[in-house]
């Protein structure tokens, strides 16, 4: 049988074809953008109002109408990714777009005027002008009056130039914290820009556990200002305590055990372990007595009981936490040199176990360093060679006798917890720790000075030493007695 195979003509396979054609998707012509505008030329805003921009794109269906926002001064205004601008304080701002297709680029000037009320306050008077505390007297109440009688807006902000000094309530209340002076203002609110002020003087800095229960911490020091010579070959002011933490009184000489102070574990805190109980230049014992020796504890943040720890054994150290706890927890962070370690910021976790007063701290190794060359009037390096720190014939006498009146308190020793080199020798810790041993830092950097020498090498963390501390910003001492 023959096979029958049918033909196509042309114009059947024309029309399979172009059916074909009609199937599929035509892609759209992308619309690009031509330019771009906002929905006003300028704008002015008082302070605290908002505006939101609306973008104008040309052509209006562009296809990509993503654009990215920048401002020359939020301080200000400030932009949100929305176009909302919120007028902060008194000036000019440029606020301005580019859009991601095209670079097209748009800008507008932001006016921000101040705000003031319907009816703003004119004058401000405050119930004191000055006010002269001590540091443990109560807080005082700041009454504010202003006219006229009732304005739009009544409320005033209360701000304090210093709250290491003094601090103060959104309700006028001020409370003394530290010596120093300060500015207490009341501002309105009301953009009327009206203010008062209440110059604050505070006198004495309270032991960091002066509140406490503990008849000990009742102490009150004062700062004392010193000038020094940094790395650099410049000079630096330097505000310090003017006795050892722990010292009844300033120093009258070398001998005078009254001022010798507490002697502590370093990087440990006030707990009690560092309390001592002098009662003559060479006679002194631990309040609170000693742990068993080598009873070192798992946590360098809490002891959890007041006794000195001794240590026989190496490392030698209070602590459990040798290796983990590189910086302890005086606030010492590390550097490329001993000579330029630096120390944290007084809300930083490493200052955990500070025992100085509020605003006060241990002594970086290059400020402690800064502070004993200017004092010995020599050059006090970290090291134990002679070019290191040159010998000097009575350091002992010198420091006794200099600005910041430092004893020569000696030691506790790090394996009994006994007084040692009490009058013929002293030691002031560092808030930084020494060279690791083995891996492990089992050290802290110290100054001991005792006849004819200065050693600034790091020792034993189990030996109780002297603290001196520094206040974290240079005080302004003024005319404050």
């Not at 005082?140 to 209360?158: D, K, M, Q, R």
């Not at 609110?189 to 203010?195: E, I, M, P, R």
């Not at 020494?434 to 089992?442: L, R, T």
Request: glycine letters at 8%; one cysteine or more; a negative charge.
């Amino acid at each position: 049988m023959k096979r029958i195979i049918p033909l196509l003509t042309a114009s059947t396979a024309l029309l399979a074809f172009s059916s074909c054609m009609e199937k599929e998707d035509t892609p759209p012509h992308f619309v690009h953008v031509e330019s771009v505008c906002f929905d006003v030329p300028a704008l002015s805003l008082s302070e605290t109002k908002t505006y939101g921009l609306q973008i104008v794109f040309t052509p209006e269906d562009c296809g990509n109408k993503s654009v990215t926002w920048y401002n020359t001064d939020p301080e200000v205004a400030t932009v949100t990714s929305e176009g909302l601008v919120t007028a902060k304080s008194e000036g000019v701002t440029t606020i301005g777009i580019q859009t991601s297709d095209m670079r097209r680029t748009a800008e507008i000037e932001v006016t921000v005027t101040p705000f003031i009320a319907d009816v703003p306050i004119t004058s401000i008077v405050l119930s004191a002008a000055s006010h002269d505390f001590f540091v443990t007297d109560g807080p005082l109440t700041l009454t504010a009056t202003v006219t006229p009688a009732n304005p739009s807006i009544p409320t005033l902000e209360w701000i304090s130039s210093d709250e290491s000094v003094a601090r103060v309530s959104q309700e006028g209340v001020v409370t003394p914290v530290s010596h120093g002076h300060a500015t207490v203002t009341a501002k309105a609110n009301d953009g009327s820009k009206q203010k008062a002020e209440c110059k604050i003087a505070v006198s004495g800095v309270k032991d960091r556990n002066y509140d406490g229960s503990d008849a000990y911490y009742k102490l009150i020091y004062y700062p004392v200002n010193i000038e020094v010579s940094l790395a650099d070959g410049t000079r630096a002011t330097q505000t310090w305590l003017d006795r050892n933490l722990g010292a009844k009184k300033v120093a009258e000489s070398k001998e005078d055990y009254e001022a010798y102070g507490s002697m502590f574990q370093w990087s440990r805190k006030a707990d009690g372990h560092e309390q001592m109980q002098w009662s003559a230049a060479t006679a002194g014992s631990l309040v609170n007595g000693t742990a068993t020796a080598e009873e070192r504890v798992p946590k360098r943040s809490d002891a959890g009981h007041t006794k000195f720890i001794p240590v026989t054994k190496a490392p030698y150290d209070w602590a459990a936490e040798t290796s983990t706890q590189e910086c302890g927890l005086w606030g010492g962070s590390g550097g490329s040199s001993p000579d330029t370690w630096a120390h944290a910021p007084l809300d930083d976790e490493s200052q955990a176990n500070n025992p100085c007063p509020e605003g006060y701290r241990l002594p970086a190794a290059s400020e402690l360093y800064a502070m004993m060359g200017e004092l010995l009037h020599t050059t006090v390096k970290h090291g134990s060679s002679s070019a290191a720190t040159p010998a000097v014939a009575d350091p002992c006498t010198l420091l006794a006798e200099s600005a910041l009146h430092i004893p020569s308190a000696g030691f506790a020793a790090h394996n009994t917890g006994a007084a040692a080199s009490t009058g013929t020798a002293g030691m002031l810790w560092a808030a930084t720790s020494g060279s690791p041993s083995s891996g492990k830092y089992n050290n802290g950097c110290r100054v001991y000075f005792a006849s004819g020498a200065v050693q600034t090498t790091p020792y034993y963390r189990a030996r109780g030493g002297s603290v001196r501390c520094i206040r974290d910003t240079p005080l302004d001492l003024g005319v404050i007695e």
